[in-house]
């Protein structure tokens, strides 16, 4: 159920909440307060020790290249001397163990002018229960389009499967993979028809120089128009315990005007009502 006002009525379901600065249900107003106080935390001290209170030794920096986010900030990278972000977007598994945001991101180092962009964090949720950067990547663009108001779904207490075995939990990310590479095989024959299959109706779209795109049709309309072509090689998975949500990474090459860019991409998938699996944001960016 999506919606842009909260009412103690809906509680039980999933719902989306269009009041950025509204009290936050629980359970995803804990993941988004995190973010926000990341943010806060950049602008109070520095980037540096923002990003370093969100990160473990396993988390994942895309600049653009993946890099070890801890051995990365451990290096005294030369990144942004102030930086400011607001999440707009939030998802969040019933498991409580995986979770998505995204937004607005501004950046500047002294004495250069400020930069724009859109950033996507993967969360994860460790044993003490603290949310940790699982992967993090930006695409910058122009900045022309004001800060978008927060919309988020709350997961709801309905059952779902609890799986032991390594076995079966490694089926379950099988599945993921196997419809990212479908998803990169119809897209190598027909992109229209691929993204029209396989994208969400309100996905979220991410592309170098672009403003955040919301919605199948939009998306379509921008890569016709340009006459853009991607093709995409998985190379990675990854799906909440309780198997609603689910990312998928890999290496895409962007024909645009007769050029081939490497790029990189990522998927956030979610498991719809049809038990169909469509892409909820895809973010495409330069390696």
């Known amino acids: 159920m999506r919606s842009s006002i909260f009412t103690t009525s809906c509680i039980a379901f999933a719902f989306v909440s269009s009041v950025a600065k509204a009290q936050l249900p629980e359970k995803i107003g804990g993941l ?12 109070q001290e520095s980037p540096h020790s923002a990003l370093s209170s969100i990160i473990d030794k396993e988390s994942v920096f895309y600049v653009p290249s993946a890099v070890n986010a801890y051995n990365y900030l451990n290096n005294r990278p030369n990144i942004a001397d102030v930086m400011s972000w607001e999440p707009n977007f939030a998802l969040l598994s019933k498991s409580q163990d ?12 002294v004495g250069a002018v400020q930069r724009n962009g859109q950033y996507i964090i993967i969360w994860k949720r ?10 993090r990547a930006e695409v910058e663009n122009y900045g022309k389009q004001d800060a978008k108001e927060l919309i988020y779904i709350e997961p709801d207490d309905s059952w779902y499967l609890k799986h032991r075995s ?14 990212d590479e479908l998803f990169s095989k119809v897209l190598k024959a027909d992109n229209q028809a691929a993204y029209k299959e396989f994208l969400a109706d309100d996905v979220r779209f991410y592309f170098p120089w672009q403003e955040e795109m919301e919605g199948k ?10 006459r853009i072509e991607i093709v995409t090689e998985p190379l990675k ?11 998928s990474l890999g290496t895409a090459t962007v ?8 790029f990189n991409y990522i998927r956030v998938w979610e498991l719809k009502d049809d038990f169909q699996w469509r892409v909820a944001l895809e973010m495409l960016f330069e390696r």
């Open 255 to 262: 024909y645009d005007n007769d050029k081939a860019i490497k």
């Open 98 to 109: 995986f979770g998505i945001t995204s937004g607005k991101i501004q950046f500047q180092k």
């Open 126 to 135: 460790n044993k003490k229960g603290e949310w940790k950067v699982d992967l």
């Open 166 to 179: 390594k076995v079966r939990l490694q089926q379950r990310e099988d599945i993921i993979m196997s419809n």
């Open 32 to 43: 988004i307060s995190v973010d926000r106080n990341a943010a806060a935390l950049a602008k």
């Open 217 to 226: 049709n939009n998306v379509l309309n921008f890569l016709k128009k340009n």
């Open 237 to 247: 998975v990854g799906r909440a315990y309780s198997g609603e949500l689910a990312y």
